[in-house]
């Protein structure tokens, strides 16, 4: 009889099958998630070909690219299609601008804070950092319904009409935590000799900020402005409680999917049109880091 320990041969063991195994389990689970994330937005861009209206992948009754061209169509054109003809393409429009304009200042605003926040919890060395580290994080934790009635409640109390004044308020209070964190990063990795340094040899605190933590910051503070814009733009729960009167461009598209007859598939083409610009704005940032690797 061959003994496997002189031999150096080790025993057989049996093997069931691979899905059963730890990693057949986890490959199976990434699968089901990435399909559960992935597959209603390829049927969403599938259905906003369709000429059907509310939007289906079923029932195909033709290819169509009619809701692309819902914002430059002709007056008569639009007119000629029932499903068109039901929306309000200037009130669109001008919901879309209202939600830029939203963000053409809460954006500023929420980097001005939130790099005020970080410089503070990261060079301010106190007792009190954790407190303070949660009061300003708070807004961030809260439900967006919250946020939204209390400033609608507290600038009802100043006599300030709800409208576009109180969405940027109520934006403001939690998008600025985002750049927070996304600054407090940066700031912990930036040594902090090099600052000590420049003020002893003579350099005013303005003139270091300005002239080293600054420019450390800038990639940075490109990132939170553009995380500030898309939490600006996509933003419903505050901004619906906020906004009065007003419209913006989240709380519109909310109100066409409520239609009793199923909302139009223009909300298709939109959504359809934002995953291009994301993946485009990502596909070109990798290959500019590679570029900058690359020299």
């Not at 029932?82 to 929306?87: E, F, K, Q």
């Not at 709800?162 to 964190?181: C, D, E, K």
Request: glycine residues 8%.
């Amino acid at each position: 009889m061959t003994d496997l320990s002189d031999t150096g041969a080790r025993p057989h063991r049996a093997r069931g099958p691979r899905f059963l195994t730890a990693d057949g389990l986890l490959t199976a689970y990434t699968w089901a998630f990435l399909a559960f994330m992935f597959v209603p937005l390829l049927l969403m861009i599938l259905s906003s070909f369709n000429d059907a209206s509310p939007p289906t992948v079923t029932d195909w009754r033709g290819f169509t690219g009619k809701w692309y061209a819902f914002f430059w169509m002709p007056e008569e054109a639009l007119r000629a299609d029932p499903v068109l003809r039901a929306i309000d393409r200037e009130r669109f429009i001008g919901c879309l601008g209202n939600s830029l304009y939203v963000a053409a200042i809460v954006v500023p605003m929420s980097l001005m804070l939130g790099l005020a926040g970080a410089v503070l919890l990261t060079r301010w060395r106190s007792r009190a950092n954790g407190a303070l580290w949660w009061v300003l994080l708070s807004p961030m934790l809260a439900p967006g319904i919250v946020l939204g009635l209390s400033a609608l409640v507290f600038w009802n109390r100043l006599r300030v009409d709800a409208g576009l004044f109180t969405i940027i308020m109520a934006q403001v209070t939690f998008i600025s935590g985002y750049p927070m964190l996304i600054l407090m990063a940066r700031l912990q990795r930036q040594p902090v000799e090099l600052e000590e340094a420049a003020l002893d040899l003579g350099a005013t605190p303005f003139r270091v900020f300005r002239r080293l933590t600054l420019p450390y910051l800038a990639p940075a503070l490109a990132s939170a402005a553009v995380i500030a814009f898309m939490a600006s733009m996509e933003n419903y729960n505050t901004t619906m409680f906020a906004k009065g009167a007003a419209c913006t461009f989240a709380t519109e598209i909310g109100a066409m999917a409520r239609n009793a007859n199923g909302h139009p598939p223009v909300i298709n083409a939109v959504g359809t049109v934002i995953i291009l610009l994301t993946v485009a704005g990502a596909v070109a940032h990798t290959l500019l880091k590679r570029k900058e690797q690359g020299r």
